[in-house]
């Protein structure tokens, strides 16, 4: 038995540039094992972070801030949060999450602790692998965030009304491109159930497109869960022996335009209007999305 009572980060990098933390191995400590706030270029590579009690690496603030080649496993919390860009003027924050393997997560806090926490503006999430985690493997919140390339595998295994990739609650959340990953054995859930890309209240814009859905869905959910949103493209994707390829919980006018009520001024503001033209029409044709040119094959 190991006990550790060190509970602050190993390291922390403060308004740092260019620092390269390379082949580490951060171990038994209480809390997070690497912070890193504002600055820009610094780059955390081929690292391994295991037996923390809380989440891997959290990135605050700054740009072009890098997560490249690590392995987090037997995390206490999640793998990485990672927050970049300025959601009022849509300036990107361009950090990036690649060629991690994150497994074995949420081992005291169960739920909400993703491999990936990502907030901001202009941040992606390439070529990594994700699994055996009870909750889901990625958390998305923001615009313009790039998702491409990744396989999620053996996820939700114990929450409901969950996905693989779970975004929520933001009608403004626009510019999230979701392409190119292997979703494969999403298939919990209770009384809802488990999805592999979940778009929960209200989110649309999104481009969900050249995705393998490989056993996903349950319960209610299919590969895809759209619930209540409009203006999402599921396009070429493949559904294998899914439950359902796409399912969607229709809202109506009446409920649509009572949630999006707060919602209005910002859509109507200039960085927001200019970027994404269709939110012009934001009031109109609720529960409207596109699915186009998938294939369904052995989908229940």
């Known amino acids: 038995v190991t006990l550790s009572c060190f509970a602050d980060p190993f390291i922390t990098l403060e308004n740092a540039e260019h620092v390269i933390l390379q ?8 809390g997070d094992a690497l912070h890193v706030r504002g600055g820009a270029d610094c780059l955390v590579a081929g690292c391994t972070i295991r037996q923390c009690g809380g989440d891997a690496i959290v990135i605050e603030g700054g740009s072009r801030h890098g997560v490249f080649g690590c392995s987090v496993s037997s995390m206490g919390c999640g793998g990485m949060r990672v927050n970049g860009g300025d959601r009022k003027t849509l300036v990107p924050g361009n950090h990036y999450v690649e060629n991690c393997t ?3 997560i949420s081992r005291l806090k169960r739920t909400y602790t993703p491999a990936v926490l990502l907030d901001g503006c202009g941040n992606r999430i390439t070529h990594n692998q994700f699994e055996r985690i009870p909750s889901s493997a990625l958390r998305i919140e923001g615009n313009d965030q790039v998702i491409e390339l990744n396989l999620i595998r053996n996820v939700v295994q114990e929450s409901d009304d969950q996905g693989g990739l779970d975004c929520f609650g933001n009608p403004l959340y626009r510019g999230l491109v979701i392409r190119w990953n292997h979703w494969k054995d999403i298939t919990g859930g209770t009384h809802c159930g488990a999805a592999g890309v979940r778009l929960d209240d209200m989110i649309s814009g999104v481009a969900i497109y ?3 859905f490989e056993r996903c869905g349950a319960v209610l959910f299919g590969g895809v869960q759209i619930h209540g949103g409009k203006e999402n493209l599921v396009d070429g994707n493949l559904f294998l022996d899914c439950f359902a390829g796409v399912s969607f919980s229709r809202w109506g006018e009446k409920r649509w335009l009572e ?11 200039a960085p927001y209007l ?7 029409r934001l009031k109109q044709d609720a529960d409207v999305n596109y699915i186009c040119r998938n294939v369904f094959s052995h989908c229940s």
């Open 210 to 212: 050249g995705n393998v």
């Open 102 to 104: 994150v497994s074995d």
């Open 274 to 280: 200019k970027r994404y033209p269709d939110l012009a």
């Open 259 to 269: 949630a999006i009520r707060t919602f209005l001024p910002q859509a109507d503001s």
């Open 23 to 30: 082949g580490l191995v951060f171990q038994t400590g209480r």
